[in-house]
């Protein structure tokens, strides 16, 4: 499995922006898709956004526009770049590590199901 730890979150103003970071573990698999996802109270996790072994990204289509998923392989960093913060936006945030999703790097319905390897998260918050 892949170890991951998140960090960067905190509260912001509506408007502002955070950068969330990824630490995740060496691995020697032929073929690793990198997320995001968040929870927020009361509904079910959802899939923000991915990168694959290539470096093309996915986003849902709530954060199209404003978030920006990367990663730097020398630091086995992941980070998420999150802009024009809404209220919304407001929730924990994961990061995942899946060896078997095929449609990486799309956003879809139920994508946490096809992720094994999670962080503990980190939270968000965003007030107007």
């Known amino acids: 499995q892949v170890q991951l730890a998140e960090s960067g979150g905190g509260s912001v103003q509506a408007g502002g922006s955070l950068r969330l970071s990824c630490q995740f573990s060496?691995?020697?698999?032929?073929?690793?898709?990198l997320a995001w996802f968040r929870q927020a109270p009361g509904k079910e996790r959802e899939g923000v956004a991915a990168?694959?072994?290539?470096?093309?990204?996915g986003y849902a289509d709530s954060v199209k526009g404003r978030f920006t998923i990367s990663k730097d392989i020398a630091k086995n960093i992941l980070y998420l770049q999150m802009s024009r913060l809404e209220p919304e936006d407001t929730a924990m945030y994961f990061c995942?590590?899946?060896?078997?999703?095929?449609?990486?790097?799309?956003?879809?319905?139920?994508?946490?199901?096809?992720?094994?390897?999670w962080g503990q998260g980190t939270q968000v918050t965003v007030y107007s």
């Open positions: 995942a590590a899946g060896r078997d999703y095929l449609l990486c790097p799309y956003v879809v319905p139920n994508l946490a199901a096809a992720f094994g390897s």
């Open positions: 060496e691995y020697t698999y032929d073929s690793v898709c």
């Open positions: 990168i694959d072994n290539d470096g093309e990204t």
